[in-house]
């Protein structure tokens, strides 16, 4: 007795012979599933056994205009096969609007989509998928994977922890979630779950390097100093592990051990600016500003609308005995757009120690219209020093109105009030005056002999005209 053939071979048997063996064996599925299929179906599929793909697709373009669900879906599958996922998407998306509850139309679509990276239509496709196979661990992998893309980490992670709770294990998942946490501004939690894997795969370097990025995020010196050292056992000369060493480094303030790793960063990746600036950094802690401003002015050189970097050489500068080169270090920030306001606050302080009046009110000005908080303390600060530039003018007015508003936000600073108190006794408001002095020295008694001194009567020459 000769068996019926599989079911793919099925589909090279003509019309005929199909009928004649349907009607012997009316159970057989594959006979019936032949039977019932539509002509350019059967064309199609008997190229495709022939490995003829295009003329499949030709053949099957009637049954394709009719929305049959099996033309469907094997035009997407040979679609797919062929590379063309845009059209393999939508084959699918027209099999799933045809069959609703498809088992593999959403997931399919969804597929192509992402690997087409069309993050949207991928997360639409695998959320229908996830719905209608809510076990499906792959369709929570994918939609996860699209989530992230799209931005939507905390629904991400929540995507991934599905994924997990039916594949527990599962690494691409575990990593998408981590990610996806890091992403949230949950370092310390992403880290929690690369260090496993990190122990179970501890060659692995695209995991070392995930979990040093985490680590670095959640500030864990001690890890960073672990993976790091891992890193560069799997990596020997991993710039990014030297990075890491040397960030733990800045952030002890260990600034000579962090100053030898920044400036070996700056001679291996010259064209970098962070090893550069850093190292800048470092020199400015240990009081070598002179050699600070070079660091910076290199930093500057790679990229000049670098604003830390301007800011942090023209600090140097001013430290280094250098006022007018400091000064000039800050004029292209006026050019600046998007001037973040503690920019501003820190160019106005510096511009008051170089005793800038104007230039430090206008950066006061400047402060004041990004949206900064008129409680901040920095903002305090520097009206407290224009307040000073403006006592020393003669100014007492507008000096009391800005030490007024300083210490509405540090009224307990005994200088302040001693001031304050000074600028209105030049007013001859000397009720409100002793009050402030009284506020002052209950602070810090320590200021009693400065505020005699103040007001100690200046002695007055007596000329006698004509005296022997």
């Given at each position: 007795?000769?068996?019926?053939?599989?079911?793919?071979?099925?589909?090279?048997?003509?019309?005929e012979?199909?009928?004649?063996?349907?009607?012997?064996?009316p159970?057989?599925?594959?006979?019936?599933?032949?039977a019932?299929?539509?002509?350019?179906?059967?064309?199609?599929?008997?190229?495709?056994?022939?490995?003829?793909?295009?003329?499949?697709?030709?053949?099957?373009?009637?049954?394709?205009?009719?929305?049959?669900?099996?033309?469907?879906?094997?035009?997407?599958q040979?679609?797919?096969?062929t590379?063309d996922?845009?059209?393999?998407?939508?084959?699918?998306?027209r099999?799933?609007?045809?069959?609703p509850?498809?088992?593999?139309?959403?997931?399919?679509?969804?597929?192509?989509?992402?690997?087409?990276?069309?993050?949207?239509?991928?997360?639409?496709?695998?959320?229908?998928?996830?719905?209608?196979?809510?076990?499906?661990?792959?369709?929570?992998?994918?939609?996860?994977?699209?989530?992230?893309?799209?931005?939507?980490?905390?629904?991400?992670?929540?995507?991934?922890?599905?994924?997990?709770?039916?594949?527990?294990?599962?690494?691409?998942?575990?990593?998408?979630?981590?990610?996806?946490?890091?992403?949230?501004?949950?370092?310390?939690?992403?880290?929690?779950?690369?260090?496993?894997?990190?122990?179970a795969?501890?060659e692995?370097?695209?995991?070392?390097?995930?979990?040093?990025?985490?680590?670095?995020?959640?500030?864990?010196?001690?890890?960073?100093?672990?993976?790091?050292?891992?890193?560069?056992?799997?990596?020997p000369?991993?710039?990014?592990?030297?990075?890491?060493?040397?960030?733990?480094?800045?952030s002890?303030q260990?600034?000579?051990d962090?100053?030898?790793?920044?400036?070996?960063l700056?001679?291996?990746?010259?064209?970098?600016?962070?090893?550069?600036?850093?190292?800048?950094?470092?020199?400015?802690?240990?009081?070598?500003?002179?050699?600070a401003?070079?660091?910076?002015?290199?930093?500057?050189?790679?990229?000049?609308r670098?604003?830390?970097?301007r800011?942090?050489?023209a600090e140097?500068?001013?430290?280094?005995?250098?006022?007018?080169e400091?000064?000039?270090a800050?004029?292209?920030?006026?050019?600046?757009?998007?001037?973040?306001a503690?920019?501003?606050?820190?160019?106005?302080?510096?511009?008051?120690?170089?005793?800038q009046?104007?230039?430090?009110?206008?950066?006061?000005?400047?402060?004041q219209q990004?949206?900064?908080?008129e409680?901040?303390?920095?903002?305090?600060?520097?009206?407290?020093?224009?307040?000073?530039?403006?006592q020393?003018?003669?100014?007492f007015?507008?000096?009391?109105?800005?030490?007024?508003?300083?210490?509405?936000?540090?009224?307990?600073?005994?200088?302040?009030?001693?001031?304050?108190?000074?600028?209105?006794?030049?007013l001859?408001?000397?009720?409100?005056?002793?009050?402030?002095?009284?506020?002052?020295?209950?602070?810090?008694?320590?200021?009693a002999p400065?505020?005699?001194?103040?007001?100690?009567?200046?002695?007055?020459?007596?000329?006698?005209?004509?005296?022997?």
């Amino acid at each position: 007795m000769i068996p019926l053939p599989s079911d793919s071979w099925l589909w090279i048997l003509d019309d005929e012979l199909v009928r004649t063996l349907f009607a012997v064996s009316p159970g057989h599925s594959g006979l019936a599933a032949r039977a019932a299929a539509e002509p350019a179906l059967v064309a199609a599929v008997r190229h495709w056994l022939r490995a003829e793909p295009q003329a499949a697709l030709s053949a099957l373009e009637p049954a394709l205009a009719r929305e049959d669900a099996d033309a469907l879906l094997l035009g997407a599958q040979l679609s797919f096969e062929t590379g063309d996922l845009a059209r393999a998407a939508s084959l699918y998306h027209r099999l799933a609007e045809c069959v609703p509850d498809h088992p593999y139309a959403a997931f399919n679509e969804g597929l192509c989509q992402l690997r087409l990276k069309q993050w949207q239509a991928a997360a639409e496709a695998l959320q229908r998928a996830v719905v209608l196979t809510p076990s499906h661990a792959e369709a929570w992998h994918l939609l996860g994977a699209s989530l992230l893309h799209l931005e939507r980490h905390a629904e991400a992670a929540s995507a991934f922890g599905q994924c997990l709770s039916l594949r527990p294990g599962y690494v691409p998942a575990i990593c998408g979630k981590a990610a996806a946490l890091q992403l949230q501004g949950k370092p310390a939690e992403a880290l929690a779950l690369y260090l496993p894997l990190v122990e179970a795969a501890p060659e692995r370097e695209e995991i070392l390097m995930n979990a040093l990025g985490a680590a670095l995020d959640a500030a864990d010196w001690p890890q960073v100093r672990r993976l790091a050292l891992r890193v560069a056992a799997v990596s020997p000369g991993s710039l990014p592990a030297k990075e890491a060493l040397a960030h733990a480094d800045l952030s002890e303030q260990k600034w000579e051990d962090a100053l030898g790793g920044f400036r070996e960063l700056s001679a291996l990746a010259p064209a970098f600016l962070e090893p550069w600036y850093h190292t800048g950094v470092c020199l400015f802690r240990l009081g070598r500003h002179a050699e600070a401003a070079e660091a910076f002015r290199s930093a500057l050189q790679i990229d000049s609308r670098h604003i830390e970097s301007r800011l942090a050489l023209a600090e140097s500068l001013h430290r280094a005995g250098q006022p007018d080169e400091a000064l000039a270090a800050l004029e292209p920030i006026a050019e600046f757009r998007d001037v973040p306001a503690a920019v501003w606050l820190r160019v106005g302080l510096l511009r008051a120690e170089n005793g800038q009046l104007e230039e430090a009110l206008l950066a006061l000005e400047r402060a004041q219209q990004s949206g900064i908080p008129e409680k901040d303390p920095d903002v305090a600060e520097l009206q407290a020093a224009a307040a000073a530039l403006l006592q020393n003018r003669g100014e007492f007015a507008r000096a009391a109105d800005l030490y007024r508003l300083a210490l509405s936000v540090r009224g307990d600073d005994p200088v302040l009030l001693f001031n304050y108190g000074s600028t209105l006794a030049s007013l001859e408001r000397m009720t409100e005056a002793q009050a402030a002095w009284k506020q002052a020295l209950e602070l810090d008694p320590g200021l009693a002999p400065a505020l005699i001194e103040a007001l100690e009567p200046q002695p007055v020459r007596n000329h006698q005209n004509g005296a022997a």
